[in-house]
Structures are given as structure tokens and as C-alpha cells.
């Protein structure tokens, strides 16, 4: 019988609508060779939606997200709409769908493709190898909290954010990470800054008592700042590391030096939990997108890595979908590209002649082709 998913497509601002055409692309040729069929439907978010409705998230677009089976998102945001006040910008109808899903989870992989190892401006010994899981908490914290605002009285200006995490909060997503952790290399790393914000000592204390629970998982705790140049010094030691919203916004993109480009890195913001135990099928709601952002100064030129975005459509099938023999597919075919040399211009060598956004995007549908008609 013919696996149906639905996923509602948001391909957003700049570069995104490019990004999400090639990996969705992908998606059909990998899902076309096993009998797997994905239906589409689009939608509208950020500054596409403030100019099309008004509105960075349309009611009518949050019922197509929760009618799908997963969301898959380009990018939000560009200067055209960077004077809107906070409320209104593009920005928003991101942290409205995050909040209204309640997907409060993001798993930010970073892994180093052995092609690329010398794409990163870090020596090639200390990047080769690394392969990390950054498990940010992505509905709580300075993001949300209130109150959060700007003040202006006869002294001068203000302002202030407000950083609350309940302890439950805390324990679903530090429990998410052990459960990670135990399908990859067994051991978690805990990042905060409690030798200063109540926040984080709270946050250490409940991850503490979580980790009493996985007796064969190592587990450490790290301040956020040191802990900042040891992701750059020694990353192949970390294999997943968990930390609250704001933390988890600058190191995931901090890691991204260690790939050589924002545009290869993927990302998962899930409502659930993953499998207890590997083979174990996964089925949970998230919403899959690059972490690169809208680019708005390339886009439309077709210089644009689709990377991010093929390997965000992977996740997507492994943890929303179940199909593990296809997301391997897909990755595999990525590493595959890279080893034969072809590359966007972001990760391409001095002596290579860049390729575009859809020739790469091309080259990886005939590889998956090529490795599912293997299978």
C-alpha cells in the first residue's frame, strides 16, 4: 500500500523559496522509488505574508500546519521589512509557529563531511571528525518571556527581557537529548550559566536529576562562555549538547565554522519524543528547515546552498516520517556530491568552478536515484 505524507510547504523570504524547490525535489525522487508518495501544500510566512495578507503567519496558514503531516520552511526576514516593530516582523510568524505547535525542541546537527574538512577556516585536524548534536529549547526563555519591552522617561531609554524556564521545561528537553544520546555516541553536555542566572541553576539542577535516569550515558555540565571556545578548540569531544533558546541560537550557528558554511547545516523543531531505542519507528510532528537564513543578497542568482535544506528534508524523514532507509538515502547522496567535487560557491575552492543552486540540487536527485534503485 502507498505511504501518503502531507507536508505543508512555507518557502518564506530570500533564498528560501530556491532552497526548498531542490530538496523538495529531492524528497520526490527518493519517495517515487519506494512507493512512498509526499502531497504538498503551500503556504505563506514572513515577509511574503506581511506583503501578500498583512500578517507574518496567517490563521489560515497555522490550520494548514497543523493539518500536516510536517512543516517545511526556506528562510524569513530581509531588510525590506527590518523597520517593522517587533510584533510585525517576519521574525514573528516564525516564533508563532514555534509556539502555537509546540515544538519546542530544535536538533541542530553539525557533522563534518569528510570532503569538506578543508572548506572550514579551523585547522583540518581539529574539525575532521566532528560530529555534534546541538539540542536547543525553542519555546521558552528571552524569546518569550515577559516582560519584554522598551521604555523611554525623562532619565533616557530602557529596556528590559524577562528569562523564565519552569523545571518542566527543562526536563522534557534534557530528557530528549539523553534519548538522543543513546542512539549516538553516550554522552551529553549540558550548557549554562549558572555561576550567574538563577535560570541556569535551575536548569543544572533539573538536568542533573534527569541524568540520574541514564546511568550509561556520560553526562557534563559547561558554562556557556567556555564552553563557547571549546566548540571552536576541541569539537570532535561533544556529541550532544543541550541548552536553553538563547544559548542554543549563538553556539548552533557558532558551530557552523566547523562545517566551512551556514548553508550546510540542517534542522529539525519537533513536539515530541524520539524513539526509546534505535530501529524503534519515529513519528512525531516537527518543522524541518536550513539554518542559513534568507540570504536576501543572493537570492535569485542561484549561488544559494540547498545542503541545509536537503539535509533538513533527511530529518524530516527519519523523525517525522519513520523512513530511516530513505533519510540514509538522502545523506548519503549529499556525501556522495561533495566527494565528486561539486559544490556551491559558499564551500567551492579556489580552483573550482561553482555550482549553481539547482545543478547542485540536480546532481543530488541522481545520486539518490542512483543509491535508491540500489536498494
Not at 29 to 40: I, N, T
Not at 212 to 237: G, K, N, Q, W
Not at 337 to 362: C, H, K, N, W, Y
Request: with cysteine.
Amino acid at each position: 500500500m502507498r505511504a501518503i505524507f502531507k507536508i505543508l510547504r512555507l518557502p518564506g523570504d530570500g533564498v528560501g523559496p530556491e532552497v526548498l524547490d531542490e530538496a523538495c525535489s529531492v524528497l520526490s525522487e527518493v519517495g517515487a522509488r519506494k512507493d512512498v508518495q509526499f502531497e504538498f501544500t503551500d503556504g505563506l510566512i514572513g515577509g511574503a505574508a506581511i506583503d501578500a495578507c498583512g500578517s507574518p503567519l496567517s490563521d489560515e496558514d497555522l490550520v494548514k500546519a497543523r493539518d500536516s503531516d510536517a512543516v517545511f520552511l526556506g528562510a524569513v526576514g530581509g531588510p525590506k521589512w527590518d523597520h517593522f516593530s517587533k510584533e510585525t516582523r517576519p521574525e514573528a510568524g516564525l516564533l508563532k509557529l514555534r509556539k502555537e505547535l509546540g515544538l519546542f525542541a530544535n536538533l541542530r546537527p553539525v557533522k563534518i563531511f569528510d570532503a569538506l574538512a578543508g572548506a572550514s577556516p579551523l585547522k583540518d585536524e581539529i574539525v575532521r571528525g566532528a560530529d555534534l548534536m546541538v539540542v536547543r529549547e525553542l519555546t521558552g526563555g528571552l524569546y518569550f518571556g515577559q516582560p519584554s519591552k522598551r521604555m523611554k522617561d525623562e532619565t533616557g531609554r530602557s529596556a528590559v527581557d524577562t528569562l523564565p524556564y519552569h523545571e518542566s521545561e527543562i526536563e522534557r528537553i534534557v530528557d530528549l537529548a539523553f534519548r538522543l544520546a543513546g542512539q549516538r555516541r553516550k554522552k551529553v553536555t549540558s550548557v549554562d550559566k549558572a555561576n550567574v542566572l538563577n535560570s541556569s541553576q535551575l536548569w543544572r539542577e533539573v538536568a542533573s536529576e534527569v541524568s540520574e535516569r541514564y546511568p550509561d550515558i556520560e553526562f557534563e555540565h559547561a558554562l556557556v562562555d567556555s564552553c563557547a571556545m571549546a566548540l571552536i578548540s576541541r569539537p570532535t569531544t561533544f556529541d550532544v549538547m543541550v541548552m536553553e533558546n538563547l544559548f542554543g541560537d549563538v553556539l548552533s550557528d557558532e558551530a557552523a565554522v566547523l562545517a566551512g558554511s551556514l548553508g550546510m547545516l540542517p534542522s529539525a523543531s519537533l513536539n515530541g519524543k524520539p524513539p526509546a531505542r534505535e530501529g524503534t519507528q519515529a513519528e512525531m510532528f516537527g518543522m524541518y528547515e536550513p539554518v542559513h537564513g534568507s540570504a536576501p543578497d543572493i537570492a535569485g542568482q542561484g549561488k544559494a546552498n540547498p545542503v541545509g535544506a536537503i539535509l533538513s528534508a533527511s530529518m524530516m524523514l527519519r523523525f517525522s516520517f519513520g523512513l530511516d532507509a530513505l533519510a540514509d538515502t538522502v545523506d548519503n547522496a549529499v556525501a556522495n556530491v561533495l566527494e565528486q567535487g561539486v559544490r556551491t560557491g559558499d564551500i567551492a575552492g579556489p580552483d573550482m568552478a561553482p555550482a549553481s543552486t539547482s545543478e547542485f540540487g540536480s546532481a543530488v536527485r541522481e545520486q539518490a536515484a542512483a543509491l535508491a534503485a540500489a536498494r
